[in-house]
């Protein structure tokens, strides 16, 4: 009997029309090159790349309709045409009245950390992440992460890990009382937990408990679209709502929202605040002039708005964003057939390999995830990146390392840039580092930042 068939192809929305070659190194090169980088893939040459796993953020394929706004750039200092572009589409699609854009997403959170906490009070999210808990620990916040403590745990299979725990949450508020708490802190999908959503009805929850005790609730919309295709996807009522519609109904919870352009939008550089609050709009529109720039530009270029307008049409398509999620979907597939450890469920822009079951015999203070890091990018020259105990840095009060349950080894998806191709030589590559796994020793760190340390920090081999 014939096979039946099923049409479920996920094949991308697009085809390619520019190329940029990239080339494969031998062993003996990418050794001395991840050697000279400290053994840090942060500090790694580009060139000395093959495919670059390491982030999402600006290393997106931009379409010929954003390229073609990049020609409309109005490089007037005041009022360009394209600030005016892409405000209207962030109130058309994210709902909210005020807006300021910023040159990316940690300009936003400097300005909203600035604005709405005052030293000694708390900032409680849903888990947390790098440079936005660095911004609000700035800004003289205590951060606690109230979020489910499935998501801590690399293979617990929950649907909505990015969830907050409001038990966890409500317990706060009774220790230090609801007004020392600055603001709810909700990001999703939560990039520390595995790219990891949370739910519609997690996030009415919340809503309800700030209403009634009047806390403001601030959303890091960085990867929203992401969240709202695991909505549409997994939780009842969702299905037959369009991805702009669930992320404007996300959207409608909070009292205003910042976002890394360099993820969801397609861009390579851009960020932005918008808000329902005019106080607080008024605020961020006058620190604006101070660290980025004049208020209808924020430190971008009018082109660099334009492609950013047209990004936000771009990320709602429905192809788009299922393309995208099912690309990381299939590299997760394909290592699972190897027996390899990752996050799970898999994650919207991520996968994020368990180093500390790839790795077992390597305690955590010698840095499996940064080893691990390392020994994929010598084997093929595919850059990932640490995400473990070097990432979450040292407890400001105590000075000791933070070690976080989940230490991990993020291979992150470039929006439209890789094929599948790509991914199956991520995936032979890690499965034959897998395969020679009991041989790899642990690192020492030899140089370490003061901020964000695993950006710059400097390692040798055991
Ligand atoms: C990337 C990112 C940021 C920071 O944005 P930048 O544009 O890199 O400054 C903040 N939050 C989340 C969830 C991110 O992914």
Not at 203 to 210: G, T
Request: glycine share 8%.
């Amino acid at each position: 009997m014939a096979k039946k068939i099923i049409k479920k192809s996920w094949a991308e929305p697009f085809k390619i029309k520019v190329v940029e070659p990239i080339k494969l190194t031998t062993r003996e090169h990418r050794e001395k090159a991840a050697k000279e980088a400290g053994y840090n893939t942060f500090l790694l040459k580009s060139e000395d790349v093959y495919i670059d796993l390491l982030t999402d953020s600006g290393t997106n394929a931009m379409s010929d309709y954003q390229w073609a706004g990049m020609m409309l750039g109005d490089e007037a200092y005041a009022g360009s045409k394209n600030f005016y572009s892409l405000w209207n589409n962030v109130k058309k699609y994210y709902g909210m009245p005020y807006f300021v854009p910023t040159h990316q997403g940690r300009a936003a959170e400097h300005m909203i950390s600035k604005i709405l906490i005052k030293p000694g009070q708390y900032v409680a999210g849903n888990m947390y992440f790098t440079t936005t808990r660095l911004h609000q620990e700035l800004a003289g916040a205590t951060f606690v992460d109230v979020i489910i403590d499935e998501a801590h745990e690399a293979t617990n299979e929950h649907p909505f890990k990015g969830n907050i725990d409001l038990k966890k949450l409500d317990k706060l508020v009774q220790e230090v009382g609801a007004k020392k708490i600055a603001y709810i802190s909700m990001a999703g999908p939560v990039n520390m937990a595995g790219g990891q959503p949370f739910s519609m009805k997690n996030l009415q929850e919340v809503y309800d408990y700030c209403k009634t005790h009047k806390i403001k609730l601030w959303f890091d919309a960085t990867r929203a679209t992401e969240n709202a295709y695991f909505i549409k996807e997994k939780e009842k009522g969702y299905k037959d709502k369009t991805i702009a519609e669930i992320l404007k109904e996300m959207c409608s919870y909070f009292e205003g929202l910042w976002v890394s352009a360099k993820k969801d939008l397609m861009v390579n550089i851009g960020g932005f605040l918008t808000t329902r609050n005019k106080k607080v709009f008024e605020e961020a529109r006058n620190m604006v002039v101070v660290y980025e720039g004049l208020h209808t530009y924020g430190g971008l270029a009018g082109r660099d708005m334009e492609a950013m307008a047209r990004g936000i049409e771009e990320m709602v398509e429905y192809d788009n964003v299922r393309m995208r999620i099912k690309q990381v979907e299939y590299c997760g597939n394909e290592l699972a057939k190897f027996g390899i450890p990752f996050v799970k469920p898999i994650g919207g822009h991520a996968i994020f390999l368990d180093a500390k079951r790839f790795l077992n015999h390597i305690p955590q203070n010698q840095f499996p995830a940064q080893t691990l890091a390392t020994e994929i990018y010598v084997d093929s020259g595919v850059r990932g990146m640490e995400r473990g105990v070097v990432s979450a840095g040292r407890d400001p009060k105590t000075g000791d390392h933070r070690y976080p349950k989940l230490e991990l080894v993020r291979l992150t998806f470039p929006r439209r840039v890789y094929t599948q191709a790509h991914i199956d030589v991520a995936v032979e590559s890690i499965a034959s580092v897998y395969d020679e796994r009991k041989k790899i020793k642990g690192l020492n760190m030899i140089y370490e930042p003061k901020y964000l340390r695993f950006f710059q920090g400097r390692f040798e081999k055991k």
